[in-house]
């Protein structure tokens, strides 16, 4: 029998603002522990929270971005239960009414090869809601120790509906959410950090059945590969079971991302009741179309509307594109390179290989680079007048990349130029001519290749320096002379 | 509106995170049980058609800008702690 | 009459400090020396400072001097000694709520209300006993113990604010600032001869007062007089950005505005509600409150009957509401962060159900488990849900009646002060000792208690005065207007 996988994810987003969900205490990573408190963050008596209008703004605008209904009014709940990390031990968060709800991602499948685009699909979302993060457990021998910098970050939980298929689609699916959020300046979501969190919902059913099977909760998807591993490692693990005859049981379970095996987690002793209630501390938020027209008028074009424009617009290819567009500043980056040279195929070049090659052995990020788009504009215009050669080229940019000197004064300082003197290229060429009688013979015979033969000395003498394609012409007037 | 008899403490004690001893429990379940008895009058309430009041004077967007500020020191951040060590509260470990 | 300086009332003192005839630290000596001397029997405080309340004082004496060095003006409560319910926190201090949880807790910061007392000038004076949490209405639930009432040392000042009630009858405090979710400041102040004021809800901000019941607790004064109240509820009151319920409303000048309406001599329209004067109400209490409405009839307000039909159903609605509301709040004692630790916890689950079962007392807990039950799996609807729209019922017969009357006029207790003890075991009997206090609450109403006789045996009794939303000076006037016409509150427990 076959199957087919049903797959929900819940992802967790943190919100990249600069204080908390609901006080003003600064947000951040990487901080000495129990160094980002208040007193309403350690939740002492007598504290209160008040929203954070940022992380209201930037909700609105994942949504928007997503094509999710936000919702007129919204409001808070508590989420009761009691874990050393959460300091009221309750959560705050949206129950029954999310500020938004419906949507979808636009995913793209992995092609039949790297350089080929693969199939585009939508993934429906069910909701995105805000709440906050709770504090950082760190196990040790016999007691845990408790940071509470992480707490009360705001945190925006988007459940897809159970429609993704496989692994490779929840890989997808993350890729291009993850793009989706850095566009919107929403997340970084670097998962190394916690930024983005992922849980899976994974059942199996035989193909064409339409009743779900028994749903596996799958926890600790902490890295990209990690997600689409554990998912397929559950998916070949409740195929199993159900072809040796066995019945998968509703639980959760623990991917290790090392061992690549999972575990159940010893079911709660005591079944959650998280005994909702909405949060008499706080105040409902009511969205309406003006703040929403504010937040659209930051919105930027999604990434995948963005290559589709690239390729028609500058007639640059997928392989460019691909790498191009999931860096928002990249693309920017690109994107002006390309106006102001003009040579948007040549930018792309530029800036796909020998940018990221550089970057990449110097371990720098765009922002720190010193070649700049107009950089990369002045070097293929160079190029494209023939002031330089290729090789040449290439040396100029290396030079840039190290000096951030504009590729004219690159040229100039390492005396890069061209060969242009067309008295010595004249000279150059007719010594070759008179020096092969034999090739001259070919050539005039018809021989195409024969031209070669005269190249190389000519090179020789120019030293490198001398452009290929106005030899070639100098050889053949001469020749035809 | 449910039965008061429904009401089981061991469960709800649970929930509350709070051992009681049995000597407790018969108390309180009793008075607890004569408490929900005289609730259960609200079941004449006809509420039909009624919204429920959440806050007495509700306003909406109520928020702050996203504006840090100074907060507490670590020392005072862990000023109160039953136990701590290296800047970090000290919990006994978390059985799952 | 010529009284010690400590049985002054406010405005009395403030005018005595402002003609240099007493120093803030003379005065606070006085209030010390009182304290010293009555505390054995009251046990009003959980805590206090003498040492910080004289810097204190002499700060005030300086700041004063400065003020009329430069004619600048002086803040209202300029060298006043307040005390502070033991659940509103002053940075540095002891915050205990009265429980063992938070038995060596130090409050890192300054409540709101703090800040605008110390903005205000005046002193703040030791930590208020309670019952734990403010859940209660004796004071009997203090894990620290019970708070006796001044007029009768054998029975309970009332509750939860009991030690910022007795304090103020007892001399050991000028004025106090206690809090209310179901009567907690009104109740008490009735039964020590005392003026009690709950602001509407969202009046004064609650950040940094421990949460009992959020949607109902409103912080207030307690003093003695109505003026007094109006004075410490104009220092207290306005929108805090730090409490996302407080309303964003102009705070108006309480004092003068209440004289001026009293020297108008506006006739109130007052409504009587018969639900409020039915079965358990003690004949002397209502001997005492139908007098009083006499007493607004000879000022020629007109006095109307009106029903508050879901009555019956407050303190129901309520217990469900507040306990809801306590099982959240307090889950945050746990013994982790800060609070009592139980000391053999063998994991952190088990660290949660010993720290908080030696934590919390008998009531808190009752309550927690109350509020776990209505609002877990199942039962949530049937009893939460239910509870918030019979909520929308009471509030609409309040507002209803507002159609027709200015105030509402009821009794605040059923009875006066009971005995120690007489209802420590029957909790149900306890909570229905609110019933006439408790709708205010639901209803997020200003309410006032204000002194109007004795019983026979000489055991205060409180009239209750239900406002308007936000119209605070009105309520007070309609206080002030039959205060001016009597001599309770120039009685004196004898200690
Ligand atoms: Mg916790
Ligand atoms: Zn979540």
Redesign the interface.
Known sequence: MTYEAVIGLEVHVQLKTRSKMFTRAAAGYGHPENTLTDPVVLALPGTLPVMNKDALDKIIKAGLLLGCEIAPVCKWDRKNYFYPDSPKNYQISQYDQPICKGGSVEIELPGPARNIMGEHKSVALTRIHLEEDVGKLNHGDGASLVDFNRAGTPLMEIVSEPVIRSADEAFAYLTALKTVMIYGGISDCDMEKGQLRCDANISIRPVGQAALGTKVELKNLNSFSFVRDGIAHEIRRQTAVLESGGKIVQETRDYDGQTGTSQSLRSKEMAHDYRYFPDPDLMPVEVDQRWKDSIRATCPELPFDRQRRLQAEYGIPYTITSVLVPDRDLGDYFEEAARLSGKAQAAGNWITNDLLRELGAAKKSLSESKVKPVHVAGLVKLVEEGTILSNAAKEVFVDMFNTGDLPEAVVARRGLKAETNLEDLERWCAEAIAANPKSVADYKGGKESALNAFKGPVMRQAKGKADPKRVDETLRRLLAG | ??KPE??N?D??????????TEE?KA??AS??G???T??A??N??N?EG????????????????????A????E????????K???????????? | MSQELYNRPASELSQMLARGEVSAVELMKSVAERTRQVEPRVHAFNSMDEADALAQAAASDQRRARAKATGSAVPALEGIPIGIKDVISVAGQPLTASSRMLENFVSPYDATVTGKLKAAGAICWGRLNLDEFAMGSSTENSAFGVTSNPWDLTRVPGGSSGGSAAAVAAGEAIASLGSDTGGSIRQPAALCNIVGLKPSYGRVSRYGLIAFASSLDQIGPFARSVEDAATVLEAISGHDPKDSTSLKLEVPHYARGMAELVKSGRKWKLGIPKEYFGEGLDPEVEASVQAAIGEYKKLGCEIHEVSLPHTKYAVGAYYIIATAECSSNLARFDGVRYGHRSKDAKDALDLYFKSRAEGFGPEVKRRIILGTYVLSSGYYDAYYLRAQKVRTLIRRDFLEAYKQVDAIVTPTSPTPAFKKGEKAANPLAMYLNDIYTIGVNLAGLPGISIPCGFTSSGLPIGLQIIGQPFRETELLAVARAYEERNTWRMQFPKL
Do not use: C
């Open positions: 509106m449910p429904d009401f403490l469960h709800v004690a649970n929930l509350a995170r709070i051992n009681l407790e108390r309180f008075q607890l004569d408490v929900l005289y609730i009058q609200l004449e309430v509420v009624v919204e429920p009041t959440a806050h007495a004077f509700p306003v909406v967007n109520v928020w702050a800008e996203d504006v840090p500020e907060g507490l020191s670590v005072d951040a862990l000023r109160n702690a039953p136990e060590r290296d800047n970090m509260f000290v919990v006994p470990k978390v059985v799952e």
